[in-house]
């Protein structure tokens, strides 16, 4: 009966042993599997962090970009405010050239009116006058052409005379 159970507490020791054997084997296994989740987890936290920095770098560099874009826009709000007044400046320059050249163009054309007018009463006075000389002259040739006609009556009646005292000769 010892022996039996000598025998069976061998067996289960043997059982034991063959047990904890497995244990240690699934624990070794284990643990390896482990190491190899471990080393992978690392790396991927490696990765991680590297894309953080990576991503912060990034993050940085456009916030870099950003800044200066914002002091060019600045820049360039400030110089478009330059050209705006610069031009509101040259538009008023112009506006008043304009202006004086209205002003002008206005007085001289008053002149001109003025020397047109002048030039139309010397043109009319000179009609006049060519016309009451025209008139004159007229009454002078009528005059003229009634004095001939009666010079070529008087050569006529002459004439005349001159014949019938021919005839009486």
């Avoid at 989740?37 to 456009?62: C, G, P, Y």
């Avoid at 002091?71 to 610069?86: F, H, L, V």
């Avoid at 163009?105 to 016309?131: F, N, Q």
């Amino acid at each position: 009966e010892k022996r039996r159970e000598a025998k069976s507490t061998a067996i289960e020791m043997d059982d034991n042993k063959a047990m904890l054997n497995l244990a240690e084997k699934k624990i070794e296994k284990l643990r390896l599997e482990s190491d190899v989740k471990i080393s992978n987890l690392s790396d991927l936290l490696k990765k991680k962090e590297a894309a953080l920095l990576s991503r912060d770098e990034d993050v940085f560099v456009l916030e870099q970009n950003m800044k200066t874009a914002v002091k060019g826009k600045e820049a360039s709000d400030k110089r478009n405010d330059e050209i705006s007044s610069s031009l509101d400046e040259s538009f008023e320059k112009l506006r008043s050239i304009e202006a004086m050249y209205s002003t002008e163009a206005e007085k001289t054309k008053a002149e001109m009116e003025e020397k047109k007018s002048k030039l139309e009463g010397y043109v009319r006075s000179k009609d006049i006058k060519l016309a009451d000389l025209a008139a004159t002259s007229a009454l002078s040739i009528t005059g003229l052409q009634t004095e001939a006609l009666a010079s070529i009556e008087e050569i006529e009646a002459l004439k005349n005379k001159i014949h019938f005292t021919k005839l009486i000769v």
